[in-house]
T-cell receptor
């Protein structure tokens, strides 16, 4: 098993550009989530999904969209990047809402 | 290869017990170690440790880091059923943050 994979590992965007952060897992997990990690702050939940076709907002959803067309993939889209979105983004998956979450390696995004 | 290892993976105690959770790591260019409590949707931040030997405390929870031996412990005294959760350790270096597999703590009444 590859576990949770994320691409790209690093990305630099200009303000206003759009991009998609990819996340995939091969553990047949129903629950997937996206977090951002900022210096001095804990993980903050952006969006999550409890299964294919189902997504919901987390603590900081503004400026981000997600979709879950398959169990394996959970892409995160930035429609119009802003400097405030400079952060490290983690994707995680779990068998269920209260199960151990497996984290991907992270994507370090800089918005200029 | 950089890694973060938590132990035990699972622990069952009774209310009032004291527990110690362990996190050992091997990373280059260490910056910080973070502890989280995960109950439902998202992990809740507990502590961030950057310096050896300085205990961080919050109520019944405390944590300390040993940068020489490359580990941290999370102590919970007088455990309560509400402490039941998965406790995650994460280690940050210059480029990455790596998560351990977590310790599932169950506190029985």
């Amino acid at each position: 098993n590859a576990g949770v994979t994320q691409t790209p590992k690093f990305q630099v965007l200009k303000t206003g550009q759009s991009m998609t952060l990819q996340c995939a897992q091969d553990m047949n997990h129903e629950y997937m989530s996206w977090y951002r990690q900022d210096p001095g702050m804990g993980l903050r939940l952006i969006h999550y999904s409890v299964g294919a076709g189902i997504t919901d907002q987390g603590e900081v959803p503004n400026g981000y969209n997600v979709s879950r067309s398959t169990t394996e993939d959970f892409p995160l889209r930035l429609l119009s990047a802003a400097p405030s979105q400079t952060s490290v983004y983690f994707c995680a998956s779990a068998g269920g809402l209260t199960d151990t979450q497996y984290f991907g390696p992270g994507t370090r995004l800089t918005v200029l | 290869e950089d890694k973060v290892v938590q132990s035990p993976l699972s622990l069952v105690v009774h209310e009032g017990d004291t527990v110690t959770l362990n996190c050992s790591y091997e990373v280059t260019n260490f910056r910080s170690l973070l502890w989280y409590k995960q109950e439902k949707k998202a992990p809740t931040f507990l502590f961030m440790l950057t310096s050896s030997g300085i205990e961080k405390k919050s109520g019944r929870l405390s944590s300390i880091l040993d940068k020489k031996e490359l580990f941290s412990i999370l102590n919970i005294t007088a455990t309560q059923t509400g402490d039941s959760a998965i406790y995650l350790c994460a280690v940050e270096d210059n480029n990455d943050m790596r998560f351990g597999a977590g310790t599932r703590l169950t506190v029985k009444p």
